[in-house]
Protein backbone atom coordinates (compact mmCIF):
# COMPACT_ATOMS: atom_id res chain seq x y z
CA UNK A 1 0.00 0.00 0.00
CA UNK A 2 1.14 3.39 -0.83
CA UNK A 3 2.64 5.43 2.17
CA UNK A 4 4.40 8.32 3.11
CA UNK A 5 5.88 8.61 6.81
CA UNK A 6 7.60 11.96 8.23
CA UNK A 7 8.83 11.19 11.34
CA UNK A 8 9.60 14.20 12.69
CA UNK A 9 6.79 15.99 14.28
CA UNK A 10 8.71 19.24 15.42
CA UNK A 11 12.03 20.73 14.27
CA UNK A 12 13.36 23.74 16.00
CA UNK A 13 16.86 25.16 14.95
CA UNK A 14 18.26 28.57 15.30
CA UNK A 15 18.75 30.90 12.19
CA UNK A 16 21.54 29.95 10.24
CA UNK A 17 21.73 26.77 10.82
CA UNK A 18 21.38 24.08 8.53
CA UNK A 19 18.37 21.69 8.92
CA UNK A 20 16.72 18.40 6.88
CA UNK A 21 13.19 17.24 6.57
CA UNK A 22 13.35 13.38 6.59
CA UNK A 23 10.51 11.99 4.05
CA UNK A 24 9.91 8.02 3.26
CA UNK A 25 7.93 6.45 1.23
CA UNK A 26 6.21 3.28 0.48
CA UNK A 27 4.43 2.15 -3.33
CA UNK A 28 4.51 -0.33 -5.06
CA UNK A 29 4.36 1.56 -8.35
CA UNK A 30 7.45 1.78 -10.49
CA UNK A 31 6.16 4.75 -11.74
CA UNK A 32 5.82 7.66 -9.22
CA UNK A 33 6.12 11.22 -8.12
CA UNK A 34 7.27 13.02 -5.00
CA UNK A 35 6.69 16.18 -4.19
CA UNK A 36 7.35 18.63 -1.50
CA UNK A 37 4.51 21.58 -0.19
CA UNK A 38 4.99 24.51 2.52
CA UNK A 39 2.44 25.43 4.55
CA UNK A 40 3.61 28.96 6.04
CA UNK A 41 1.08 30.10 9.01
CA UNK A 42 -1.45 31.70 6.40
CA UNK A 43 -2.34 28.35 5.81
CA UNK A 44 -2.13 28.06 2.11
CA UNK A 45 0.00 24.91 0.51
CA UNK A 46 2.99 26.01 -1.41
CA UNK A 47 4.38 23.61 -4.28
CA UNK A 48 8.13 23.29 -3.82
CA UNK A 49 9.22 20.43 -6.11
CA UNK A 50 8.23 17.55 -7.98
CA UNK A 51 10.25 14.26 -8.53
CA UNK A 52 9.81 11.59 -10.82
CA UNK A 53 11.09 8.05 -9.98
CA UNK A 54 13.65 7.91 -12.73
CA UNK A 55 15.36 10.71 -11.84
CA UNK A 56 18.08 10.49 -9.08
CA UNK A 57 19.47 13.69 -9.75
CA UNK A 58 19.99 15.77 -6.58
CA UNK A 59 18.32 19.40 -6.94
CA UNK A 60 19.05 22.64 -5.42
CA UNK A 61 17.19 25.56 -5.65
CA UNK A 62 18.72 28.54 -3.52
CA UNK A 63 18.85 27.42 0.27
CA UNK A 64 16.85 24.38 -0.81
CA UNK A 65 17.78 20.98 -1.83
CA UNK A 66 16.42 17.96 -2.29
CA UNK A 67 18.23 14.42 -2.03
CA UNK A 68 16.06 11.44 -3.88
CA UNK A 69 17.52 8.14 -3.01
CA UNK A 70 15.33 4.86 -4.40
CA UNK A 71 17.58 2.58 -2.92
CA UNK A 72 16.40 3.61 0.71
CA UNK A 73 12.94 5.11 -0.72
CA UNK A 74 13.85 8.35 0.72
CA UNK A 75 13.40 11.74 -0.51
CA UNK A 76 14.78 14.53 1.93
CA UNK A 77 14.93 18.07 1.96
CA UNK A 78 17.49 20.37 3.34
CA UNK A 79 17.25 23.88 4.20
CA UNK A 80 21.04 25.71 4.51
CA UNK A 81 21.24 28.69 6.33
CA UNK A 82 17.63 28.56 7.80
CA UNK A 83 15.62 31.56 8.18
CA UNK A 84 12.73 32.78 10.30
CA UNK A 85 11.12 33.30 7.23
CA UNK A 86 11.71 29.24 6.94
CA UNK A 87 9.25 28.67 9.37
CA UNK A 88 6.15 26.69 7.99
CA UNK A 89 4.73 22.65 8.38
CA UNK A 90 6.12 21.21 5.24
CA UNK A 91 4.65 18.41 3.90
CA UNK A 92 6.38 15.64 1.53
CA UNK A 93 3.67 13.69 -0.75
CA UNK A 94 3.11 11.17 -2.92
CA UNK A 95 1.49 10.56 -6.41
CA UNK A 96 1.43 7.16 -8.27
CA UNK A 97 0.93 6.78 -12.44
CA UNK A 98 -0.29 3.36 -12.19
CA UNK A 99 -1.52 2.52 -8.24
CA UNK A 100 -3.88 5.14 -8.86
CA UNK A 101 -4.90 4.70 -12.48
CA UNK A 102 -2.38 7.87 -13.65
CA UNK A 103 -4.82 10.84 -11.03
CA UNK A 104 -3.68 13.80 -9.53
CA UNK A 105 -4.21 11.94 -6.35
CA UNK A 106 -1.54 12.95 -3.62
CA UNK A 107 -0.69 10.95 -0.54
CA UNK A 108 0.91 13.34 2.37
CA UNK A 109 2.71 12.26 5.11
CA UNK A 110 1.96 14.28 8.56
CA UNK A 111 4.11 17.14 7.74
CA UNK A 112 7.15 18.30 9.68
CA UNK A 113 6.96 22.00 11.77
CA UNK A 114 9.92 23.53 11.37
CA UNK A 115 10.62 26.66 13.71
CA UNK A 116 13.21 29.03 13.10
CA UNK A 117 14.22 30.97 15.83
CA UNK A 118 16.22 34.12 15.98
CA UNK B 1 -0.97 34.03 -4.36
CA UNK B 2 -1.62 30.53 -6.05
CA UNK B 3 -4.40 31.67 -8.54
CA UNK B 4 -6.93 29.61 -6.77
CA UNK B 5 -9.46 30.90 -5.11
CA UNK B 6 -12.16 29.34 -2.54
CA UNK B 7 -15.15 30.87 -0.55
CA UNK B 8 -16.02 31.72 2.29
CA UNK B 9 -12.37 31.83 4.16
CA UNK B 10 -14.62 30.79 7.34
CA UNK B 11 -17.71 28.63 8.13
CA UNK B 12 -19.33 27.97 10.95
CA UNK B 13 -22.17 26.00 11.65
CA UNK B 14 -24.16 23.96 13.51
CA UNK B 15 -24.64 19.84 13.48
CA UNK B 16 -26.75 18.35 11.34
CA UNK B 17 -26.59 21.31 8.68
CA UNK B 18 -25.79 21.42 5.56
CA UNK B 19 -22.81 23.68 3.77
CA UNK B 20 -21.51 24.21 0.06
CA UNK B 21 -17.66 25.14 -0.05
CA UNK B 22 -16.43 26.87 -3.79
CA UNK B 23 -12.97 26.92 -5.54
CA UNK B 24 -12.35 28.78 -8.52
CA UNK B 25 -9.50 27.11 -10.15
CA UNK B 26 -6.53 28.38 -11.92
CA UNK B 27 -7.25 30.42 -15.56
CA UNK B 28 -6.67 27.47 -17.68
CA UNK B 29 -6.55 24.14 -14.89
CA UNK B 30 -8.95 21.93 -16.34
CA UNK B 31 -8.59 19.88 -13.03
CA UNK B 32 -9.71 20.51 -9.69
CA UNK B 33 -9.36 18.61 -6.26
CA UNK B 34 -10.69 18.54 -2.95
CA UNK B 35 -8.48 17.59 0.36
CA UNK B 36 -9.01 17.66 4.14
CA UNK B 37 -6.83 18.62 6.76
CA UNK B 38 -7.77 18.29 9.74
CA UNK B 39 -5.40 17.19 13.05
CA UNK B 40 -6.08 13.42 13.50
CA UNK B 41 -6.45 12.40 9.98
CA UNK B 42 -4.10 15.01 8.49
CA UNK B 43 -4.13 16.16 5.22
CA UNK B 44 -6.26 13.80 3.42
CA UNK B 45 -7.50 13.43 -1.03
CA UNK B 46 -11.39 13.77 -1.23
CA UNK B 47 -11.99 13.56 -5.01
CA UNK B 48 -10.50 14.99 -8.36
CA UNK B 49 -12.46 16.33 -11.23
CA UNK B 50 -11.16 16.99 -14.76
CA UNK B 51 -13.40 18.81 -16.88
CA UNK B 52 -16.21 18.38 -15.82
CA UNK B 53 -16.26 14.40 -15.24
CA UNK B 54 -15.37 12.99 -11.54
CA UNK B 55 -11.96 11.06 -12.26
CA UNK B 56 -10.54 9.80 -9.14
CA UNK B 57 -12.10 9.68 -5.43
CA UNK B 58 -10.24 8.91 -2.16
CA UNK B 59 -12.00 8.73 1.52
CA UNK B 60 -14.82 11.00 0.93
CA UNK B 61 -18.16 10.22 2.72
CA UNK B 62 -21.44 9.70 1.32
CA UNK B 63 -22.57 13.07 3.02
CA UNK B 64 -20.02 14.76 1.09
CA UNK B 65 -20.15 15.30 -3.17
CA UNK B 66 -18.83 17.43 -5.30
CA UNK B 67 -18.98 18.93 -8.44
CA UNK B 68 -17.20 20.81 -11.21
CA UNK B 69 -19.52 23.31 -13.40
CA UNK B 70 -19.10 23.91 -17.25
CA UNK B 71 -16.88 27.46 -16.34
CA UNK B 72 -14.83 24.80 -14.44
CA UNK B 73 -15.37 26.15 -10.46
CA UNK B 74 -16.24 23.08 -8.26
CA UNK B 75 -18.12 23.12 -5.50
CA UNK B 76 -18.10 20.18 -2.73
CA UNK B 77 -21.43 19.75 -0.69
CA UNK B 78 -21.19 18.87 3.24
CA UNK B 79 -24.51 17.50 4.32
CA UNK B 80 -25.18 16.09 7.73
CA UNK B 81 -22.45 17.65 9.39
CA UNK B 82 -20.99 16.15 12.55
CA UNK B 83 -18.50 17.68 15.05
CA UNK B 84 -15.98 15.37 13.25
CA UNK B 85 -15.82 17.46 10.14
CA UNK B 86 -14.59 20.43 11.11
CA UNK B 87 -11.45 20.93 9.46
CA UNK B 88 -9.70 22.85 6.59
CA UNK B 89 -11.06 22.14 3.08
CA UNK B 90 -8.70 22.58 0.44
CA UNK B 91 -9.43 23.06 -3.60
CA UNK B 92 -6.26 22.67 -5.77
CA UNK B 93 -6.38 22.65 -9.42
CA UNK B 94 -3.91 21.64 -12.03
CA UNK B 95 -3.13 22.07 -15.59
CA UNK B 96 -3.24 19.60 -18.62
CA UNK B 97 -5.10 16.07 -17.75
CA UNK B 98 -4.49 16.12 -13.56
CA UNK B 99 -2.24 12.79 -14.03
CA UNK B 100 -0.25 11.49 -11.28
CA UNK B 101 2.96 13.76 -12.59
CA UNK B 102 1.15 17.46 -12.65
CA UNK B 103 2.06 19.96 -9.82
CA UNK B 104 -1.17 20.94 -7.65
CA UNK B 105 -1.17 24.64 -7.10
CA UNK B 106 -3.73 25.31 -3.76
CA UNK B 107 -6.20 27.63 -2.94
CA UNK B 108 -6.08 29.01 0.69
CA UNK B 109 -8.31 26.55 2.33
CA UNK B 110 -12.05 27.12 3.76
CA UNK B 111 -12.25 26.72 7.58
CA UNK B 112 -15.06 24.66 8.93
CA UNK B 113 -16.19 24.48 12.19
CA UNK B 114 -19.04 22.29 13.43
CA UNK B 115 -20.48 23.51 16.52
Known amino acids: AQKVTQAQTEISVVEKEDVTLDCVYETRDTTYYLFWYKQP ?13 FDEQNEISGRYSWNFQKSTSSFNFT ?4 QVVDSAVYFCALSEAHGSGNTGKLIFGQGTTLQVKP | ?10 LITATGQRVTLRCSPRSGDLSVYWYQQSLD ?3 QFLIQYYNGEERAKGNILERFSAQQFPDLHSELNLSSLELGDSALYFCASSPSGGSARDEQYFGPGTRLTVT
Do not use: M
Open chain 1, 41 to 53: PSGELVFLIRRNS
Open chain 1, 79 to 82: ITAS
Open chain 2, 1 to 10: DSGVTQTPKH
Open chain 2, 41 to 43: QGL
